[in-house]
């Protein structure tokens, strides 16, 4: 069987096409390779694997590259934390609305050919005003919808889906990350703020960022907020195959999941966890800063629907994702100084 990936030399996007390729699938991997420049992770050289660099916006391209695709896994975003949802905020809503229509129009041209359906990365920041715990599927649409740009946007593509089915009978399955963590975020070389407070957006999520600044000994550690925000966290290997179960699986069809790991902390807790993993025996100081006004304060899902109808688990715990990261880092950034 044969998958088209967009955003394939991405973060998550280079973990499913690994995933779909230790499952015996034919790839065809899209990415423009406009965030990091060259990609993150060293590219499959694998005969099942096709890398094409091209702009998933690109309606005519993604319909020649989806010719005798059994799947469409439609992952292409300009995706970053907090402070790159803020700062590239227009860049945001409209380069990911024009990704999701040419994936979703382009599915619907392939309709009742080989296509089964289309496979949507959607966010976990379409529960962005969500206030309870244990939030389930289809609570997105009985809270307000999101503040961001990313968040309403993302909430935007689940809406692409569901009218592409309604109207054209495209089938789709919508998947929502949880906080991925694995190896291969990099600096971003485009995200300098307006200020030139390129340091604070460094990466696009929290642990690749503390795990750099605890390498630095940062201390007093920077934080934002009042440290008790909750969030649960996702090994990467774990959410490719969830991305994959979904993909593949009869019961996803034309429904939507939480994809999230079991177990959680308070951001106060996960710096003192980084710092000390990196600087074991070394007080750690900690300097509360200002929170975004969009900042989640609980991030908690209840994952039950994609355990049963996906038996999808994921159980790597945060400090085996913790282990790879830091290696990781240590690693980008020493070829950064040799260069």
Known sequence: ??????????????????????????????????????????LPDHARYTHVAGDA???????????GCDHFIANAALIGGVRYMKDLAYDILTTNNQLVGAAAEVGIRRRGEKLRKVTYLSSSMVYEHHTGIGFREGDEREIAPPSTAYGFQKLGVEYYARAA???????????RPFNCVGAGERHAPHTSTSSGDRQRMVRG???????????????PFRILGDGNQFRTFTYARDMARGVVLAMESDAAYNEDFNLSGRYGCTITELARLVWG????????????????????????????????????????????????????VREAELVTAQR
Request: aromatic letters at 10%; hydrophobic letters at 40%.
């Open 1 to 42: 069987m044969k998958v088209l990936v967009t955003g394939a030399a991405g973060f998550l996007g280079g973990y499913v096409v690994e995933e779909l390729l230790t499952r015996g699938y034919t790839v065809v991997g899209l990415d423009n390779l406009a965030k990091y420049g060259r990609p993150a992770r060293t």
């Open 57 to 67: 916006t690109d309606k005519d391209l993604l319909y020649e590259l989806s010719a």
């Open 165 to 175: 089915w309604s109207q054209y009978n495209l089938p789709y399955t919508i998947v």
């Open 205 to 219: 999520h929290v642990i690749p960022d503390f795990v750099e600044r605890a390498l630095r000994r940062e201390n």
């Open 277 to 328: 993993r990196i600087n074991p025996g070394v007080p750690l100081r900690l300097r509360h800063e200002e929170p975004f006004p969009d900042d989640v304060r609980v991030r908690k899902p209840d994952t039950s629907k994609a355990e049963e109808a996906l038996g999808f688990v994921a159980e790597t715990p945060l400090e085996a994702m913790l282990d790879e990261v830091i290696a990781w």
